[in-house]
């Protein structure tokens, strides 16, 4: 599968003009968006369909902020270059997978604005990673065009749960400039102990784990999500590494007071993986 090609607005000129800054709009919303595996991009499936869905919901943003599960790094970057690469880190795949690309470009507006916006953490510019499937395998879906700007940003293997808590309410001014700030991730994600025999169903401890987090989110007790370790066997078993739940911390830092909920793609598959998503604003 091939997108669209870049537009005009990522020549190096434009992208270079444009370091000024982005302008002031209203509130964008924020998303959490249960990944899964690969095979999403290329099948058409409840998971697709629900992603597109939003795409044609959502305003249109001036660029996008992503926090994937599969960039880990020691500091906190986000990416800088132009156009950034379609980064296929995975394997045993069919071909045409390996053949997707996501030509999007960067935004060096948006790095300026995340850097000066953190001041808890130093944020750095990194011009070799991309956008790695984590990334592109979602937004393919919400922008098939690939002509909205994305810029990535890491995951500090350094800082605490409450830390990376803390960088996304730094963080959330963003949205009040055109920035769709999007978390890839999965809430219950144990790959050690994947049901193949039984792709349509979760095992207790996941599905009691995926519950209370949801009902967590719905009631604003981000306390008991930050603090996922000390909450028994069931969250043990669903976060056995954390970097895929990360992302889901960087958006429920970003929600603001009485903002409005929305679970979707809400199914635990392959025995330890939630697709659940979530949608504020």
């Not at 808890?120 to 979602?138: E, F, K, N, R, T």
């Not at 954390?242 to 635990?268: I, S, Y």
Request: charged share 20%; proline share 6%.
């Amino acid at each position: 599968m091939s997108l669209a090609p870049l537009g005009a607005s990522s020549t190096l000129r434009d992208f270079a003009r444009a370091v000024d800054g982005l302008p002031s709009t209203p509130t964008m919303p924020v998303l959490f968006l249960g990944h899964g595996s690969p095979m999403n991009v290329i099948e058409d499936n409840e998971f697709s369909r629900g992603w597109q869905a939003v795409g044609r919901n959502v305003p249109r943003p001036d660029a996008i902020l992503c926090i994937s599960a599969h960039w880990e790094t020691r500091g906190t970057f986000v990416t800088g270059m132009e156009r950034p690469r379609t980064i296929h880190d995975f394997g045993g795949f069919p071909q045409a997978l390996f053949d997707v690309q996501y030509p999007a470009p960067g935004s060096a507006p948006l790095v300026n604005e995340a850097q000066a916006a953190a001041t808890s953490q130093h944020i750095g510019v990194d011009h070799a990673w991309g956008l790695d499937h984590g990334a592109w395998s979602v937004i393919t879906h919400l922008f098939p065009n690939a002509d909205v700007p994305v810029v990535q940003l890491s995951l500090d293997r350094a800082m605490s749960a409450q830390q990376h808590f803390d960088l996304a309410r730094e963080l959330a001014k963003l949205r009040r400039k055109g920035v769709l700030v999007i978390g890839s991730g999965n809430m219950v994600h144990n790959l050690g102990v994947i049901d193949w025999r039984n792709p349509d169903s979760g095992y207790d401890w996941a599905i009691e784990a995926n519950e209370r987090m949801k009902r967590a989110i719905e009631s604003g007790d981000f306390s008991s999500l930050v603090a996922y370790e000390q909450q028994g066997r069931a969250f043990q078993l669903s976060i056995p590494t954390r970097e895929h739940f990360l992302p889901l911390l960087h958006v429920l830092g970003m929600k603001a007071k009485d903002e409005p909920v929305k679970l979707f793609n809400d199914r635990t598959v392959m025995g330890s993986i939630s697709m659940t998503s979530v949608q504020l604003g």
